[in-house]
């Protein structure tokens, strides 16, 4: 028998999310790794992405200062690591050495990327919309860079081998079996296939 629909109280609610690490550099050259959930593309055309971060955090004056930040893509290896920065701040100790993670360049923008995530995605700030609780950070992509382990020999990205990882409700996840492809819904069926 199914049970009826309870009111929750608003916040937190959409789930799951990618969980990715955003490395930035302040003007003074110090280099952080900030963990986030609240992350997302929001245009393809120009490819523009946001990030929503807490003003207490270290990695938000970073940011705010240097107008910059490197999203970098979490896998099953780097889930560790990933939580590691999202619980311990950057004002205490360097995250990089503590997790042992190594920097890598990043065209476009002078913060750097992770070298062991498989995609490092540089950002150029273009707006800053205070919120509440968090500041929302919309970015332009300026570039986008990936293992070439990643690259199918046609040239296509293929992520879901990788071991992505997504966050929801306090647990990181990884990502299950496919279930379809994208319009699979209308695609028209091959005569004699039953799927």
Partial sequence: MKMGKISLKPGNMLYPV????????????????LTI??????????????ISVRPSRFSHALIAESGE???NLVTESLTRP????GVKSGRDLDKWESCRL????????TAPGIEES???????????????????FLA?????????SCLAPSGKLMLN?????????????????????????VKKRRHGSRH
């Fill in 18 to 33: 990618p969980a990715v690490m955003v490395s930035c550099r302040g003007k003074d050259g110090r280099d952080n790794i």
């Fill in 118 to 136: 498989p995609v490092n995605i540089g950002c150029k700030v273009t707006e800053v919309r205070h919120l509440g609780s968090h500041d929302l």
């Fill in 82 to 85: 990933a939580d590691f920065c």
């Fill in 69 to 71: 930040f490197v999203i």
């Fill in 161 to 185: 081998a990788s071991g992505l990882v997504c966050y929801s409700h306090g647990e990181y996840r990884a990502l299950g079996s496919r279930l379809g492809t994208f319009g699979f819904s």
């Fill in 102 to 109: 190594h920097r890598c360049s990043v065209p476009g923008v």
């Fill in 37 to 50: 959930a609240w992350a997302g593309t929001v245009c393809s055309d120009p490819a523009m992405v946001s």
């Fill in 140 to 148: 332009k992509v300026v570039s986008v860079q990936a293992d070439a």
